[in-house]
């Protein structure tokens, strides 16, 4: 099993550039999340998803979008990269709300 | 926003010494989880913990839900260098469908 899968490893942008962060889980998954963490801090919620054709705001959802067509990818939007966007990202799945969520090895995003 | 805080953002201790860390927030949860993650990569569940007052061990770590499972505390007896890490707190909605990190408490263990 790959897990969750997260595309690219490390990125950058100039500013006011685009990109879509791919993500995707062989896990049958109904479960799905995006979060950035700066630098020594925690993770912060982003969008998350509990199944294909549904979706919803986080905690800092400005500057981003999602969809979810399918169980297995949840991709990220980035429509107008700025400065503020500089982080690392992690998508994560699971499958129902007491079990583990697993995680991506991240995408580490620098906007210029 | 249910926000989660965690206590001490960091922490320096030597091998052997026992620490607590803990998450604080005015929101209760369904369940909450622990999660450790190194560097360069993502977070590793430790424990999840679902019912107020509930104690968990997991060899030297012990984890507790407040009674009001709006808080939550992880104990390591006896820390060792391995210890070294982020660890986070990571609440989960009463509705079941959101997972919020708490700002996590960086542990450094000197041998």
């Known amino acids: 099993n790959a897990g969750v899968t997260q595309t690219p490893k490390f990125r950058i942008l100039k500013i006011g550039q685009s990109m879509t962060l791919q993500c995707a889980q062989d896990?049958?998954?109904?479960?799905m999340y995006w979060y950035r963490q700066d630098p020594g801090m925690g993770l912060k919620l982003i969008y998350y998803?509990?199944?294909?054709?549904?979706?919803d705001k986080g905690e800092v959802p400005n500057g981003y979008n999602v969809s979810r067509s399918t169980t297995e990818d949840f991709p990220l939007r980035l429509e107008l990269a700025a400065p503020s966007q500089t982080s690392v990202y992690f998508c994560?799945?699971?499958?129902?709300?007491?079990?583990?969520?697993?995680f991506g090895q991240g995408t580490r995003l620098t906007v210029v | 926003t249910q926000l989660l805080e965690q206590s001490p953002q960091f922490l320096s201790i030597q091998e052997g010494e026992n620490l607590t860390v803990y998450c604080n927030s005015s929101s209760v949860f369904s369940s909450l989880q622990w999660y450790r993650q190194e560097p360069g990569e993502g977070p590793v569940l430790l424990v999840t913990?679902?019912?107020?007052?509930e104690v968990k061990k997991l060899k030297r770590l012990t984890f507790q839900f407040g009674d009001a499972r709006k808080d939550s505390s992880l104990h390591i007896t006896a820390a060792q260098p391995g210890d070294t890490g982020l660890y986070l707190c990571a609440g989960v909605s009463r509705a079941g469908n959101m997972l919020t990190f708490g700002g996590g408490t960086r542990l450094m263990v000197k041998p």
């Open positions: 896990m049958n998954h109904n479960y």
């Open positions: 913990v679902v019912t107020g007052g």
């Open positions: 994560a799945s699971r499958w129902d709300p007491l079990s583990e969520a697993f």
């Open positions: 998803s509990v199944g294909a054709g549904i979706t």
